[in-house]
């Protein structure tokens, strides 16, 4: 490689290390949680044995074009969140395919005549938010 | 002092050779790339250069399982995005005992089934054609690229809360086909968004009338899911025509002959918006920087042949990393199964997983052979030539842009 190849790649990489999506998510999951968000009012319009595991709260529900965004919480820590999710989509017969990094993960799934993910991120110590984006199938 | 000079010498060649026992037998892992390299080199391009790449990183690791050192080879085969020439190609591929098949998605409706007698494991690099990948009926095809499902319900999650008039505009090509398809079910519960529905022929030199059939129907913008060049003669006429309607489209608007075509009117691919697979991961661009320097060194920047301010425009790999991480997902196959035997092969291929170009992790499982989920799909838009993501998207505008010019 010539001198400039070799300097075009250190630079690419200097570049690349000095912006990241994932700093400004550092140090969210050792944050004190303030206040919960308000559950929102009735329930949300889920799938057909769509699993809601325990200390699930769902504060709103949007329709954006085809398919439904709900969002809300789980109480603790995403790790505890991420399992509970699979399993219960294993339980309800849904085809899974998730991953896990150390702040946020991401469940996709599909069943219940509906496709879609539950994101999930640790937004402070004992929280972790849901995004639950809905696809008709 | 000659002879001991011999002795020694022989001595060494002996220490030497006892080194090659069976333990270092020298085993080749054949990927046969099936790809359009003489109708859209792009494509094609991509898709071989990214799969050497990995094969040649691999086979400078070495990959050492089972008793023996495997390098990695990639044999080209252009299928001219014919399906009878794809399907001679997977059987040549099958002859030379090919250990995987990567194509662009030409002709695997027709050459999976030949490619499963053998248990050999099939990856689609491009197309996203939902019927093409099933693992219950299709347990060797598996897919790293956008599925036509998650960008045609990102494209009407995007443009249906901007109360637009759309007329979805598809080319009359396998691809276009598809496109219609994912199209007619992401916009089934909401009808009220199309405007029309059109029919785009491929063969057609001038498409004016189809424009303007769309301009009648009252449509406030135009979704066009054609190969890149009826994508490039839809903006002509549009643009020509003097309608200046927003224009959306698939990751074909990404493809090089989108703007050659347009090249004496930049002006006309401005705000040009499509949806593709995110580049970067959550982990940041640093991966995928990586990636593309990698690639760069190896091939140069893939010149898209036109300027932004007076600088070359180049094609980011974007594509290439599909086909970069199916070839490092197989050689993990390979380590599991301790070797090429086909069928263990396509076993751990329901096992494996790897960190991917970018940082995310890749991998399939028994029943879900995609490797691209549909939440990462984003948008980018066209400006002075080369893309950038959108704003007004919660996933796109968290992303970085990728610079495009040299």
């Given amino acids: 490689m010539s001198r400039i190849g070799v300097l075009s790649v250190f630079v690419v990489l200097l570049a690349a290390a000095c912006g990241s999506e994932k700093k400004s998510e550092e140090g969210k999951a050792e944050k ?15 799938p057909a044995k769509f699993p809601t595991p325990d200390m699930v709260t769902y504060t709103a529900e949007k329709k954006t074009g085809p398919s439904t965004i709900v969002s809300g919480y789980r109480e603790g820590e995403l790790a505890e969140a991420f399992d509970d999710y699979k399993s219960a989509f294993s339980s309800a017969g849904y085809v899974t395919k998730d991953e896990k990094e150390e702040d946020d993960a991401e469940v996709n799934f599909s069943g219940g005549s509906s496709t879609g993910q539950v994101k999930m991120i640790q937004s402070c110590k004992d929280r972790t938010t849901l995004s639950i984006t809905i696809r008709p199938q | ?44 391009n991509t898709i071989a250069n990214g799969g050497r790449l990995a ?8 990959i050492t399982t089972g008793g023996a050192t495997y ?65 219950e009926n ?26 637009l008039k759309i007329a979805l505009l598809t080319d009359d090509s396998d691809y276009g086909q598809a496109g219609r398809d994912a199209l007619d079910d992401a916009f089934r519960t909401v009808p009220k968004a199309v405007a029309a529905r059109i029919t785009l022929p491929a063969s057609a030199s001038d498409l004016a009338p189809q424009v303007l ?28 025509a003097g309608w200046h309607v927003p224009v959306y489209s698939t990751p074909a608007a990404e493809d090089p002959v989108v703007r050659q075509q347009l090249a004496d009117h930049p002006s006309w691919v401005d705000g040009l918006t499509f949806a593709s697979g995110r580049m970067t991961a959550e982990l940041g661009p640093a991966p995928w920087s990586t ?35 199916f070839v490092n997902l197989l050689a993990a196959a390979v380590q599991s199964a301790s070797g090429t ?20 992790e890749r991998g399939f499982n028994e029943r879900n052979h995609e490797g691209v989920v549909d939440d990462d799909v984003y948008f980018a838009r066209f400006r002075d030539m080369v893309f950038r993501p959108v704003g007004d998207d919660p996933l796109s505008s968290t992303l970085p842009e990728i610079s495009q010019v040299r």
């Fill in chain 1, 32 to 46: 004190e949680c303030g206040a919960a968000p308000a559950a929102m009012a009735g329930q949300p319009t889920l």
């Fill in chain 2, 1 to 44: 002092m000659r002879a001991s000079a011999a002795t020694l010498a022989a001595l060494a060649l002996v220490a030497a050779g006892c080194g090659h026992s069976s333990a270092s037998k020298q085993r080749t892992i054949l990927i046969a790339v099936d790809a359009p390299f003489s109708r859209s080199p792009y494509i094609g």
């Fill in chain 2, 55 to 62: 094969s040649d990183q691999l086979t400078l690791r070495g």
């Fill in chain 2, 71 to 135: 390098r990695v080879r990639i044999l080209q085969l252009d299928n001219a995005l014919s399906p009878s020439r794809a399907v001679a190609n997977v059987r040549r591929a099958l002859r030379e005992h090919a250990t995987a098949i990567l194509t662009d998605g030409t002709g695997v409706d027709a050459a999976w089934r030949l490619a499963d007698k053998q248990h050999v494991p099939v990856c689609i690099a491009y197309q996203g054609g939902s019927k093409l990948v099933n693992p």
């Fill in chain 2, 138 to 163: 299709r347990p060797n095809v598996f897919r790293i690229a956008p599925t036509d499902h998650g960008l045609a319900f990102r494209l009407a999650e995007y443009l249906v809360p901007k109360r």
């Fill in chain 2, 213 to 240: 059939e769309a301009r009648r129907s009252g449509a406030t913008a135009l979704l066009v899911w054609a190969r890149p060049a009826v994508l490039g003669k839809t903006i002509a006429a549009t643009r020509s």
């Fill in chain 2, 291 to 325: 990636f593309e320097a990698s690639y760069e060194t190896a091939f140069g920047a893939t010149s898209v042949g036109v300027k932004s301010h007076g600088r070359r425009v180049i094609a980011p790999p974007d594509y290439a990393m599909y086909s970069y991480d």
């Fill in chain 2, 341 to 360: 035997d086909p069928a263990k092969v396509l076993s751990a291929l329901n096992q494996v997983t790897t960190r991917g170009a970018n940082g995310d």
